[in-house]
């Protein structure tokens, strides 16, 4: 599924995937591939520029770290024929770093990267495209937990946004492909990868907000959203805390990441209505998923 909304710069964002019903991780696969890997672009001085982008961004910032992210390459979506069968979505993913998402994705000059072509994956396919991570969380009083990013982050400081942040390759052992090409191993690494996808969004939330782990469902998978602007994606899920607002205030003073964000809200769907206009576009698709799922809630 993709949908296009169009809001101002920033703000514009492409659903590329939506499961309104929610996947739970049995309905979640990986097919981790170098298949999946970013293809450099034809043009040197396009390639060259990526390094360039980032010694200049290190010199302005010794702290910045190139880690190893997970490439978003794709997924396919089995809804099933037969009404017994579960919905099941497999994400295609190579792999990428921070420093060629910083010298592609934020570049100034990123829509040189792009192909022309409907098909999303072959138009960043010259992109690092790292899959980010949102959650949805709903806590014990029904409200939604909105973060406001500080003005020292490099993305859109001082912007609403849901906790979150990578899935991290090194969680699972993959600092590359090698040792992940024989088909003896891929079905391990898979699963582990697919594994992560869960398990991070779980951390970041814990690290972000302050809740406990234990605190926490499961949580569901509800699609992917792409910021139109440098073509960023990230996964959304949904989920439940057994805090009350007031309660998670009160850890998120203590939050192991606190100092990524400037305040937490627990917002009603009115409040997230208006909040919405400051969000990044990924993350404003995220609260677009959020809203078809419970469209699919109520009419079910």
Known sequence: MEEKISCDGGHEFKLLLSCP?????????????EAYDRIPHPDSSLEQSISEIWDARVQQSSSLYN??????????????????????????LGLTDYRTFVGTNLSPIWERYLVQSEDDCIQCQHTSSPLGNGALVETSDKKILVLQRSNKV???????????GHPEPQEVGIISHDGF?????????????????????????VEEIGAPADSLSSPIFIGISRRVLNVRPTAFF??????????I???????????E???????????????????????????ALYKLMEQDANNS
Do not use: W
């Open 261 to 287: 964000s400037t305040q937490l809200y627990a917002v009603s769907m009115s409040d997230l209505e208006n909040m919405a206009s400051k969000m990044p576009g990924c993350h404003r698709g995220g609260f």
């Open 249 to 259: 205030q009160q850890l998120y003073s203590s939050a192991e990441d606190g100092f």
């Open 154 to 164: 490099g993305e859109f400081p001082g912007y609403f946004v849901f906790p979150g």
């Open 21 to 33: 019903s929610g996947l739970s991780p049995s309905q979640v696969s990986v097919v981790f591939n």
């Open 238 to 247: 949904f989920i439940k805390c057994n805090l009350q607002s007031d309660e």
């Open 67 to 92: 880690g190893t992210k997970f490439r978003y390459g794709g997924c396919n979506f089995n809804v099933g024929n037969d009404p017994k069968q579960q919905p099941h979505v497999s994400l295609q």
């Open 181 to 205: 090409k024989e088909l003896n191993q891929c079905r391990p690494i898979n699963s582990k990868v697919s594994q992560e996808m869960f398990d991070s969004i779980v951390r970041e939330v």
